[in-house]
């Protein structure tokens, strides 16, 4: 709960940079297929830089990977925050989700 207040605390109108470094997409992709039944089939696509009032970094995207069946489960969006203290990602279906908008859209 404290993680998602400093979340929401963080947020707000984000403006567009430069693209994504690999080392970024690299942690996020980590962070992100973690709990996947298959983390190396996922494809991260649609990747920007955003950043937040605070001065902090949000890594933005899609990501689709294979489900049980072997088949790709279609796109879902995410976020991944490399600035904060105990750098995460959330994905559509995630708990954390609902601030996907906030610092995506």
């Excluded at 996947?36 to 949000?58: C, F």
């Excluded at 890594?59 to 879902?76: E, H, M, Q």
């Amino acid at each position: 709960m404290k993680k998602l207040l400093v979340l929401a605390v963080l947020a707000c109108s984000a403006a567009q940079a430069a693209p994504p470094s690999k080392a970024l997409v690299e942690k996020a992709r980590a962070a992100i297929t973690k709990d996947l039944l298959d983390p190396y089939s996922a494809r991260l696509e649609n990747l920007r830089i955003a950043k937040l009032k605070s001065g902090d970094t949000v890594l933005c995207g899609t990501i689709n990977a294979k489900n049980s069946f072997g088949a790709y489960s279609g796109r879902a969006r995410f976020f991944y925050l490399p600035d904060s203290k105990d750098p995460f990602g959330a994905k559509e279906g995630d708990t954390m989700d609902m601030l996907i908008p906030t610092f995506c859209d």
